[in-house]
């Protein structure tokens, strides 16, 4: 594609990599479109929704509150000592209430799920191309599409904020536990700073980012896991492993570049 100036020919992809970013972004774009389109393809998705919300949410619970408590409690901590300098350690409960609702929560937990969940999805769905499998299910007149990424999509969409609001409880527990009970803030002050300095503008960001990020890493994990046979150089088990070490690494990336858009368009 080109574009005259002057009578002389400007590429417009001045090169090859600008070139296959640009496509695998239409492609993914695409594979997203066909994935949601198909979540509402007919009442036989229901089981599999609820299998695959069982396997990324419930299964990741426990990790989920780990890194809560922890993050938390390292905020609660951190934060006292900055405020207790200027004798404010009063907005304690303000400040990682708004850290965690805001930020810290939604980026987190999609980081953990890109790691426990999404990165099994990719290695699911590529073991099953590389052993025909999926070119097994087309002959067989079942879309490959509807049958393995529709559900983890819709699931995605479920648990990711579910688990944010789990992950914002916990860490706003952590952090009334080393701010309150280790270095001795007042309990009443910080959770009244809590709920006052919330309001429904932050909860709603912190959703539409969990969202977000869920269809991020959905589409990111099952994009590289469906079309592992294409990777260039690296065919069979390794195109697996290649495969699922850039979907999350991919997906890390943008889940920290979406989360600085969605950041200045919310607030």
Request: glycine share 10%.
């Amino acid at each position: 594609m080109t574009e005259k100036t002057r009578g002389t020919a400007i590429p417009l992809f001045p090169c090859g990599i600008c070139r296959a970013i640009v496509d695998e972004i239409g492609s993914m774009a695409l594979f997203l479109l066909d994935s949601l389109r198909l979540i509402f393809a007919g009442f036989g998705q229901f089981p599999k929704i609820v299998r695959q919300i069982y396997f990324i949410g419930v299964q990741s619970v426990s990790v989920i509150a780990l890194i809560g408590l922890f993050t938390g409690m390292v905020m609660g901590m951190q934060l006292y000592y900055a405020l207790s300098v200027f004798g404010a350690d009063g907005f304690l409960g303000t400040g990682v209430a708004l850290s965690m609702v805001r930020e810290l929560a939604p980026v987190l937990t999609a980081i953990m799920l890109t790691g426990r969940a999404g990165s099994a999805m990719t290695a699911e769905i590529g073991v099953m191309r590389i052993s025909e499998q999926i070119d097994a299910l087309t002959i067989m007149d079942v879309n490959p599409m509807r049958y393995l990424v529709a559900p983890k999509m819709a699931a995605c969409l479920i648990s990711f904020p579910l688990l944010t609001a789990f992950f914002n409880l916990i860490a706003l527990w952590g952090g009334w536990l080393t701010g309150v009970k280790l270095l001795g803030a007042n309990a009443g002050v910080y959770w009244s700073r809590v709920s006052g300095s919330l309001d429904w503008d932050d909860i709603q960001g912190g959703f539409v980012k969990s969202i977000v990020f869920g269809v991020l890493v959905c589409t990111i994990c099952c994009f590289e896991g469906y079309f592992t046979h294409l990777r260039s150089g690296h065919a069979g088990p390794e195109g697996v492993s290649q495969s699922t070490t850039s979907a999350v690494v991919k997906s890390c990336v943008v889940i920290l570049a979406a989360d600085y858009i969605l950041t200045s368009l919310l607030w």
